[in-house]
């Protein structure tokens, strides 16, 4: 759903169970994606990245999937964890450009 | 090795005055970027450098706010007569040119009073 202000859209999930995030960009010209963790207090850390050539990638537990169609990113966590709770934000980034665009952010809290 | 670093952790203001943040990139990384973040939001670009010149400032929201990157390395943030709505977080990163991961630092906490 959409978030205003402090309300951001939460996912909780049980420790040990799978968690998907969603995220709707919104510039057809994007060819670069990528997910951030941010914890509180911190800095956004990457997770994983996605080209437009590609419709799927995997990493360690996660894995990134992208529709072009109908523009839509995914992340996958597989077996979360307590320390996979935080913020999680989809960005973008157009052809030639450098500038990245966030997402709004999906709070992840995990039940132990 | 070590990551984007960021100074100061915190820094609290008076309306008016002026403050610099700093930024020290991953060492090598051509690419540096600043981005404001306010509560509950994603951050928001605000600059780009590659190597010592800027070359995307179209996020800058007025003529206070100002980044120079003089050697190509560490970059300083720059805002004059600071406002209250200046306050959030600041956020640099750093990439291995341009279009490459961006890896960010843990951001400057502005608050102005």
């Known amino acids: 759903g959409e978030s205003v202000g402090l309300h951001l859209p939460t996912l909780s999930v049980q420790e040990g169970d799978n968690s998907i995030i969603n995220c709707a960009y919104s510039?057809?010209?994007?060819?670069?994606f990528i997910w951030y963790k941010q914890e509180s207090g911190k800095g956004p850390q990457f997770i994983i990245d996605i080209r437009s050539n590609m419709d799927k990638r995997q990493g360690q537990r996660v894995t990134v999937l992208l529709n072009k169609t109908v523009k839509h990113l995914s992340l996958q966590i597989a077996a979360t964890q307590p320390g996979d709770s935080a913020v999680y934000f989809c960005?973008?980034?157009?052809?030639?450009?450098?500038?990245?665009?966030f997402g709004k952010g999906n709070q992840v809290v995990v039940i132990p | 090795g070590a990551g984007v670093s960021q100074t100061p952790s915190n820094k609290v203001t008076e309306k008016g005055k002026y403050v610099e943040l700093r930024c020290d990139p991953i060492s090598g990384h051509t690419a540096l970027y600043w981005y404001r973040q306010s509560l509950g939001q994603g951050p928001e670009f605000l600059i780009y450098?590659?190597?010592?010149?800027?070359?995307?400032d179209s996020g800058l929201p007025n003529d206070r706010f100002f980044a120079v990157r003089p050697e190509g390395s560490v970059s300083t943030l720059k805002i004059q007569r600071t406002e209250r709505g200046d306050s959030a977080v600041y956020l640099c990163?750093?990439?291995?040119?341009?279009?490459?991961?961006?890896?960010f630092g843990p951001g400057t906490r502005l608050l102005v009073l």
């Open positions: 990163a750093s990439s291995n040119g341009p279009q490459e991961t961006q890896y």
């Open positions: 510039n057809s010209a994007s060819d670069y």
């Open positions: 960005a973008e980034n157009g052809h030639g450009n450098n500038r990245l665009a």
């Open positions: 450098f590659q190597g010592t010149g800027a070359a995307d």
